[in-house]
């Protein structure tokens, strides 16, 4: 089985987790772009950042066998700083455009105010022009609020439910995201969100349809390996392996293929299974189609 771990911060990881990540099967990852912990000062930390999410981390991971790709965006608890802002958005378009960027992201909602609404409105403005999908934040505060709100600006701004996955969903969220059409990320990590039963129950209740789960594991009590601790979870809970995979392969992959960035991957995966005579057609997205275990 082949995992593809679709929100985890390696730029916060140590390099032995990679290891730990391919021994556990995870052979892809995607790391958006987020808050470092304490505020950047100018739009140069971000040009740095950038350039160390697209092009070391992807060597980093490479040394383990792990394909790795990111998100590029302004992250809403900064589009409320006034000395960065403006600037990042325009950096965005040049960088969106690296071959390892599969998505805008991560955007949403922090504090839930009108400035954060303005930029998530231009970035989500900025997806459609280049026909990237969009990774959405949602807030830890008045969660369903902001969902729901989040749900309503995408709506507003004519984006495809196909192209938005919406994450940190929780029980109190998912029914929206689920009943809006939107692709439904969930997160594991301790404390503040999901336990890798929370995260089972919920598939349970609403099914394997645009659905995933990620670790998020950052520099906080976090943990990179809550993916394939989630898939056994998932098999004590009677899930089957197709099942399964749908979410930790099939839609991750699926999802962010429709950048037009997987379609070389895609064909060396379908190569790799027809030598294995080991081919299975996964789902077919509105511009992609993933070929999984």
């Given at each position: 089985m082949r995992i593809f771990e679709p929100h985890i911060h390696m730029i916060s990881r140590v390099t032995d987790d990679y290891e730990k990540m391919a021994a556990a099967g995870i052979t892809h990852c995607n790391e958006p772009q987020f808050w470092l912990g304490q505020p950047r000062t100018n739009v140069g930390s971000y040009i740095d950042y950038f350039a160390h999410i697209t092009e070391y981390e992807a060597k980093r991971?490479?040394?383990?066998?792990?394909?790795?790709y990111c998100c590029i965006g302004l992250n809403p608890r900064e589009a409320n700083d006034d000395r960065l802002?403006?600037?990042?958005?325009?950096?965005?378009?040049?960088?969106?455009?690296?071959?390892?960027?599969?998505?805008?992201?991560?955007?949403?909602?922090?504090?839930?105010?009108?400035k954060e609404e303005d930029f998530l409105r231009q970035q989500l403005e900025l997806g459609k022009k280049l026909k990237m999908p969009i990774l959405i934040h949602t807030p830890h505060r008045d969660k369903l609020k902001g969902t729901k709100r989040i749900i309503d600006i995408c709506k507003e701004a004519g984006n495809p439910p196909e192209m938005v996955l919406i994450d940190h969903n929780n029980e109190e969220t998912i029914p929206a995201?689920?009943?809006?059409?939107?692709?439904?990320?969930?997160?594991?990590?301790?404390?503040?969100?999901?336990?890798?039963?929370?995260?089972t129950n919920i598939f349970k209740k609403f099914g394997v349809e645009r659905m995933m789960v990620n670790s998020s594991a950052d520099w906080g009590p976090s943990d990179c390996l809550n993916v394939p601790k989630t898939c056994g979870e998932m098999r004590r809970a009677g899930f089957t392996e197709e099942q399964i995979q749908t979410i930790v392969w099939d839609n991750p992959f699926n999802f962010?293929?429709?950048?037009?960035?997987?379609?070389?991957?895609?064909?060396?995966?379908?190569?790799?299974?027809?030598?294995?005579?080991?081919?299975?057609s996964a789902a077919k997205s509105k511009k992609a189609k993933a070929v999984a275990v």
């Open positions: 991971a490479a040394d383990f066998g792990i394909k790795h802002n403006k600037d990042v958005l325009k950096i965005l378009p040049q960088w969106l455009k690296h071959p390892t960027c599969v998505a805008v992201g991560e955007i949403g909602l922090d504090m839930q105010n009108e995201t689920k009943d809006a059409g939107f692709w439904a990320g969930h997160t594991v990590y301790p404390v503040t969100k999901l336990s890798p039963e929370r995260a962010f293929a429709q950048s037009g960035k997987l379609d070389a991957e895609r064909k060396l995966l379908a190569g790799t299974f027809l030598n294995n005579g080991a081919v299975k």
